[in-house]
């Protein structure tokens, strides 16, 4: 009895494993067959242009006035009145403050008064010419009415018809003739001495009076040039004086207002390799201004110098772009963002984002579809982005068909379906490029060798300071 019952038992278990193991290689058989059923995988493509790509190189900045003025007085004296509004614009010319003028005018005044005195020595010392020539020429016919009777004494002299006396005393007369002339022009050249004496008084009496009215009209503190004004340092009743260090208000032109950058020494460098080794071209020096709202400035400025020197403490070269600033949307002091397109990049491609991948070893890299619709892997080199796309300057041909879409399901020589991509231009970011390489951030490793494949990421771009 017991052994009978051991018998079925143990035929149990074996009929069991028995139908066990026919389960098992009937689902091994359906899952083959399911696998040799599956479609191939689909996968989108973008076809390679190549291109001329422009370099959009992203800078941050601030803000500068065009042109500032430090006002300050230019006579001494108390402020009487503040003639503008602070913080407001004002044109140049137009008046700021006025001082007192009780002194300037007093000096005014005084002025005219010794200009009047030196007029006055002037007409008197005219006069005093005007007779010293007169006595002149009174002398000079006084000294010819003898020289002619010396002459016809002398004939009669020399005959005794008059006396030898009578000669010498003509003689005389002609030497006391000519002394009274020579007397008489020295009076004129001293009275025409005192002409010229008058006249350089009237000019000093003249430039003492100019000096008091320029003083006199400095009382009244003018713009030096249009913009806006800052806070008045000063109030009425504040003395102030001439050439003093602390302005009274400083006034800032801001349209149009310049922009500073900062471009590091060693990028500046490798562009003009680039350019000169026929890589790029040289750019635009049009630049796109974003403000620190993240809002794109309406007007687009244009650069207007690049120092000649190195800063030494940060290893950078100032840019300066001018922007109008009609508005006065721009103030002193902002950050802002500038884009600026230095050189343009020939026969390069732009990629979207999610071709990229970048393997464990930092290689950047994209899968194309060869000829037989089969996964490759294709190297590339990438230099920043334009317009959301990655700029790739080396490893692919014009007519590739890179992988958009669909990368992470495929892997290397498996064979796919091919459908382009509906969208090959999706809307642009922010510009916004490096002339240094960005490549993708690392990915995440799937379950086919690292070093073949990895899933596609999205970076952002990258931005040179």
Known sequence: MKHSTLALVIASVLSGAVLIGCDKNEDAAGADAAQQQM????????????????????????????????????VNGVIDEVLFREGGNVKKGQPLYR????NYASSVTSGQAAVQQAQ???????????????????????????????????????????????????QTQVRTAQAAVQSAAAAVGQTQAGIESAKAGIQTAQAGLDASNLDLNRTIVRAPLSGRTDRSSVTAGTLVSAGQADPLVTISRLDPIYVDISQSSSELLKLRQQIAEGKAQAGMNSVELVLEDGSVYPARGKLALSEAKVDESTGAVTLRAIFPNSNNILLPGMYVTARLTQSVITNAALVPQSAVMRTPKSETQVYIVDENNKIQVRPVTINGTYKGQWVVTDGLQAGDKIVVIGGSKVKPEQEVVVKPLENPNPAPAKEGASNAQTPPPAAKAMDKPASKDATAQKPAESTAN
Do not use: C, H, M, W
Request: without cysteine.
């Open 39 to 74: 479609p191939p995988a689909v996968v989108n493509v973008q076809t390679v242009t190549l291109d001329t790509v422009p370099q959009v190189q992203t800078f941050s900045g601030r803000t500068t006035a065009y042109q500032t003025a430090d006002v300050r007085p230019q």
């Open 99 to 102: 001082i007192n003028t009780d």
């Open 120 to 170: 006055a020595n002037y007409q008197t010392a005219q006069a005093n010419n005007a007779n010293a020539k007169a006595e002149l020429a009174s002398r000079q016919a006084s000294l010819a009415q003898a020289q002619n009777d010396l002459q016809r004494l002398q004939g009669l002299v020399s005959i005794d018809a008059i006396s030898k006396q009578q000669y010498e005393q003509a």
